[in-house]
C-alpha cells in the first residue's frame, strides 16, 4: 500500500458519492482495568482478616468492531475473550 500521504493526494478530488461507496471498518482490543493497581494497606492485627479483603472481580477483555459507510453506520460488536 502507498504511503498515507499519496494515498490522500490521490483521492484530493473525490466527491461525497465516491466516499460513501467505501466501507470503512476499524476494530480494536480492549482490556478492562489492565494498568490500575489497588494498594491496601492494613495493620499487622487486620493482616489474615477477611473483611480487609477486597472482592477480586473478573477482568473484561475483547475485541470491539465498528464499520461505516457514507451517512449509514454499521452495527458495533463486542466479543468477549
Excluded at 5 to 29: C, F, G, M, P
Excluded at 39 to 60: A, D, H
Amino acid at each position: 500500500m502507498k504511503t498515507r500521504k499519496e494515498w490522500a493526494k490521490a483521492h484530493l478530488n473525490w466527491k461525497y458519492l465516491d466516499w460513501t461507496s467505501i466501507l470503512w471498518r476499524d476494530e480494536v482490543w480492549v482490556e478492562d482495568r489492565k494498568h490500575s493497581r489497588e494498594l491496601v494497606t492494613r495493620s499487622t492485627p487486620q493482616e489474615q482478616n477477611v473483611v480487609c479483603f477486597g472482592e477480586k472481580s473478573k477482568r473484561v477483555s475483547g475485541m470491539f468492531c465498528g464499520c461505516s459507510a457514507g451517512p449509514f453506520s454499521g452495527p458495533c460488536l463486542f466479543w468477549e475473550k
